[in-house]
Structures are given as structure tokens and as C-alpha cells.
Nanobody, 123 residues
Framework: QGQLVESGGGLVQTGGSLRLSCAAS????????MAWFRQPPGKEREFVAT????????YYADSVKGRFTISKDKAAYTVFLQMNNLTPEDTGVYYC????????????????WGRGTQVTVSS
């Protein structure tokens, strides 16, 4: 299934938007689940959103529900995270992960991780 590589992070003002991408170097299995986590400065890694690879089922953290959308392009082996109405509390390193349980918010349940992409929201 290969490596996971995130992109799309950057600096944005409060209220702005960013779209993160996570490209897998190999085709995920139909049983796989893809997810986004984030790690704010000085804090532990926290769950953001997850999506089943073979279905359109999604699940979000309460803190991002209604603002973030997780989606996938199966032909491109890529998962996206559209982030709207960003606030400084959304600042952190965003990680893509691959697992097998859905819905799963515990990072220890995920077996593959990307290196992360920095998102900074200025006030």
C-alpha cells in the first residue's frame, strides 16, 4: 500500500480555507480506512476526520464538523481534507494515516503515517 505523503499546508488568515492532500504510493485495500489527525503546538495528536476507502462513510471530530470535509479520489489513491472557516485553534501539523477500523479516533489504531504538513492560522 506504500507511503503516505501530505501536501497543501501553509499560512492562512482566520476565516480562510486550505485543502490538504494525502497521496498513497500504492492502492489502498478495500478494507482500509484513511484519516486525518493534527498535532497543535505543545499538545498531543488529535483526531480530525476519517473515511472508508471502499465506501463513502465519513466521521468527524466535533471541533471540525461543518467546517472540514474529507473526501477521496480512488483513481489517484489520494485523500483530501477541505478546511473552511479556519481559526487559530486549527493550527498544527496535519498527518494522514491509514488503518482498518471505522470509525476510529485513536491514533494508536493506525498503522501507517505520513510525515505531516504544517497548517498555521493567523488571527
Amino acid at each position: 500500500q506504500g507511503q503516505l505523503v501530505e501536501s497543501g499546508g501553509g499560512l492562512v488568515q482566520t476565516g480562510g480555507s486550505l485543502r490538504l492532500s494525502c497521496a498513497a504510493s500504492g492502492r489502498p485495500f478495500s478494507s482500509h480506512v484513511m484519516a486525518w489527525f493534527r498535532q497543535p503546538p505543545g499538545k498531543e495528536r488529535e483526531f480530525v476526520a476519517t473515511i472508508r476507502w471502499s465506501r463513502d462513510s465519513t466521521y468527524y471530530a466535533d471541533s471540525v464538523k461543518g467546517r472540514f470535509t474529507i473526501s477521496k479520489d480512488k483513481a489517484a489513491y489520494t485523500v483530501f481534507l477541505q478546511m473552511n472557516n479556519l481559526t487559530p485553534e486549527d493550527t498544527g501539523v496535519y498527518y494522514c494515516a491509514r488503518g482498518s477500523n471505522f470509525p476510529e479516533s485513536n491514533p494508536q489504531s493506525y498503522t501507517a503515517w505520513g510525515r505531516g504538513t504544517q497548517v498555521t492560522v493567523s488571527s
